[in-house]
């Protein structure tokens, strides 16, 4: 099956094409959605040789809309542009897919470990209120997944297409798997291990936007 990588990006000149440079060996195609950056991202993006669209400004959510739409392959990556998923676990990711055993497949970092858990505030009460997030979610619709917030994972494209995605934020992550299993279709783990940021700033403050995951789950309860 032909692979597609999106990058979703926003400010991150600094590291953009050691990511591109990255995935390239595991993907037919590569293309960035960028979040109308304001530094250099997308000129980056265009000197190695890599397509890069806009998406509508409204946040992550819709960049991964995007990146649906103007990908070609049977496959879809995504994966963040900051440096901290492993990119030579893309087959892996890819691979349930290809075996017909899943069609949307998320990396694990309970499965593969995390160097962000620096058992400081913030990074505690990350991980409190997503395993609630994850317990809540695995219990309403009978799965069993540990990371339900990881961006690094894989679609069936054709699938992708057919699912609609609401969420136009940092919360699309939750919400397309708890839209896949309501639709009838397979999600799968895998463990991967995460890296700490290597570069930039993150773009998800802890505090300021930990209401958009819990009014997402909120909302997909109730079937909206």
Not at 26 to 51: L, P
Not at 97 to 125: C, M, P, Q
Not at 133 to 146: G, H
């Amino acid at each position: 099956m032909s692979v597609s990588v999106v990058i979703c990006t926003k400010n991150e000149g600094e590291g953009i094409r050691r990511i591109i440079e990255s995935v390239k060996p595991y993907a037919g195609e590569v293309i960035v959605i960028d979040g109308h950056s304001t530094d250099n991202t997308a000129d980056i993006v265009r000197s190695a040789g890599v397509s890069v669209w806009l998406d509508n400004g409204k946040g992550k959510g819709d960049a991964y809309k995007v990146g649906i739409e103007k990908t070609t392959g049977d496959v879809i990556v995504f994966i963040d542009a900051d440096g901290s998923h492993e990119p030579a676990d893309i087959p892996c990711l890819v691979a349930p897919i290809e075996k017909n055993e899943a069609d949307l497949v998320v990396a694990s970092r309970h499965r593969g470990g995390s160097d962000e858990w620096g058992g400081d505030f913030d990074t505690y009460i990350r991980a409190v209120g997503g395993g609630i997030l994850t317990l809540i979610v695995n219990y309403r619709w009978n799965i069993r997944l540990t990371d339900i917030l990881n961006g690094f994972r894989a679609v069936r494209r054709d699938v992708a297409v057919k699912v609609p995605l609401r969420a136009v934020d940092f919360d699309v992550e939750q919400h397309m798997i708890v839209q896949y299993v309501k639709h009838g279709y397979r999600v799968k783990e895998i463990r991967s291990h995460e890296y700490c940021r290597k570069w930039g700033k993150s773009k998800l403050p802890t505090y300021r936007k930990a209401y958009l995951f819990f009014w997402r789950l909120f909302l997909d309860l109730v079937g909206w």
